[in-house]
């Protein structure tokens, strides 16, 4: 059983930035991608970012430039960086084990204008 917690988010000014992590335990994080996902109210959830399980990355547009995923395998970790923040950024964000139904309970991050 896959088991994910994120931490990190929280309250922040436009131009700011917040540092998301995942933690994962119940299965062989090396060996699978790893994606954040973010939900704001009343839209669906979309894809922000992923990594593969050998490093390689992808962006959604909004965030290219300003966000960088990265993964820790020795700490089952996966993290995002996320800079120069905008308010259209607020959102409840998630992390996912592989295209699987595991995800962690999700963390708010709020921009303010």
């Known amino acids: 059983q896959v088991h994910l917690v994120e931490s990190g988010g929280g309250l922040v000014q436009a131009g700011g930035s917040l540092r998301l992590s995942c933690v994962a335990s119940?299965?062989?994080?090396?060996?699978?991608?790893m994606g954040w996902y973010r939900q704001a109210p009343g839209k669906q959830r979309e894809l922000v970012a992923v990594?593969?399980?050998?490093?390689?990355?992808n962006y959604a547009d909004s965030v290219k430039g300003r966000f960088t995923i990265s993964r820790d395998n020795a700490k089952n970790t996966v993290s995002l960086q996320m800079n120069s923040l905008k308010p259209e950024d607020t959102a409840v964000y998630y992390c996912?084990?592989?295209?699987?139904?595991?995800w962690g309970q999700g963390t708010q991050v709020t921009v303010s204008s």
């Open positions: 119940g299965g062989t994080f090396r060996l699978v991608a």
């Open positions: 990594i593969t399980s050998g490093g390689s990355t």
């Open positions: 996912r084990w592989g295209g699987t139904a595991y």
